[in-house]
């Protein structure tokens, strides 16, 4: 079969590889979609990603498509069902999965290879992370639960409740699926960033008002001032990854607010936060770092019921063969929705 391989930085090759046999438990998948993803990009400037992807290796992680072959003992699946499976699945058994924490897993355990004919499921994301696709959606629609699925567990993480106000800093596709969800929470929302023709993409999915950063000197205020009556935001969401952004985030929440601060920057960014405002205002400053089984199944569900529209989200199609220039375009801030790849 045909799939791309990760050698290293900037080196995606599409190769011939054997098509996988499922083991015990396992599931392979005929792919139907892939969806490019900022953590490919990022994984393609950097050649790994020390959690997820050491070359070289199969690339990729979020497909959907029909089960091509069962390994022993599978149950609840059949050859032909139409599955969307998510990235990883937790083991259950650390004191993180007992304490209801599964992202937080000790050993979590990732898949890659979603850029292929064919994809290999682990037999632990079969038994936890597998799931039935709605009959109304298509595979690229469907593959969009990963993603999204961790945008719900941050959405859950900050609390959005409907009538709050909220910023989102931020307007790839992670930071409109926030706005997407946050406005079917009922909050009202505010959607921030720089380039103009992409946050004019956060009215259409629910933002009520726009604010640009781009030439902002002091971002932090610009954000306050575009809330009621100035008092900052009872959720910000930081979409971005940057130190400048992050501190802005902190900058912008109202007393009682809450930070998320949920794009993965590089290591060692550093922000300064004032501690007594932290302190005086109770400023809930936290993070949210992948998806949980319940979300990946609430992802679902929320695309099957149209609350997130993917198509709001995908910028075109491409084949396996044209993967390599569309990672390449995207490393360039040429491509910034997501592509379906179509095996
Ligand atoms: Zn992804
Ligand atoms: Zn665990």
Redesign the pocket.
């Known amino acids: 079969m045909r799939a791309a391989v990760l050698h290293g930085r900037e080196d995606v090759r599409l190769e011939r590889v054997p098509i996988p046999e499922p083991g015990p438990g396992e599931v392979v998948l005929r792919a139907r979609a892939a969806?490019t993803?900022?953590?490919?990009v990022k994984v393609f400037r950097r050649g790994y990603h020390a959690k997820m992807i050491v070359p070289p290796a199969l690339f990729g992680?979020?497909a959907a498509g029909e089960i091509a072959a069962l390994g022993e003992g599978v149950s609840g699946f059949a050859i032909g069902d139409r599955v969307v499976a998510a990235?990883s699945a937790p083991c259950d058994e650390c004191g993180y999965c007992r304490r209801g924490r599964p992202a937080l897993c000790d050993d979590l355990l990732f898949w890659n290879g979603a850029y292929a004919e064919y994809v290999r499921l682990p037999a632990r994301v079969v038994a936890r992370n597998l799931i039935h696709v709605d009959p109304g959606l298509e595979f690229r629609e469907a593959a969009m639960v990963?993603?999204l699925a961790c945008v719900v567990k941050g959405v859950d993480d900050c609390g959005i409740l409907p009538g709050m106000d909220v910023a989102v800093i931020g307007v790839g596709p992670i930071g409109l699926m926030f706005v997407a969800l946050a406005h079917a929470r009922g909050a009202r929302v505010v959607a921030a960033g720089r380039r103009p023709e992409r946050l004019e993409r956060a009215r259409g999915m629910g933002a009520a008002a726009l604010l640009s950063l781009a030439d902002a000197a002091d971002p932090a205020a610009r954000l306050r001032y575009s809330s009621p009556g100035g008092h900052g935001f009872d959720v910000v969401v930081e979409a971005v990854g940057h130190a400048v952004t992050a501190e802005a985030a902190v900058g912008a929440a109202r007393k009682g607010g809450t930070v998320n601060l949920f794009a993965g920057p590089p290591a060692g960014t550093r922000i300064s936060v004032d501690v007594a405002i932290l302190h005086y205002d109770e400023i809930t400053l936290t993070s949210s770092f992948h998806h949980t089984p319940e979300t990946v199944r609430e992802a679902h569900d929320l695309i099957a019921r149209g609350v997130l529209k993917p198509r709001d989200l995908l910028h075109g199609e491409a084949t396996l063969e044209e993967l390599p220039t569309v990672l390449r375009e995207m490393a360039a801030g040429d491509r910034p929705l997501k592509t379906a790849i179509l095996p």
């Open positions: 969806l993803c900022g953590t490919d992680h979020e990235n990963e993603p």
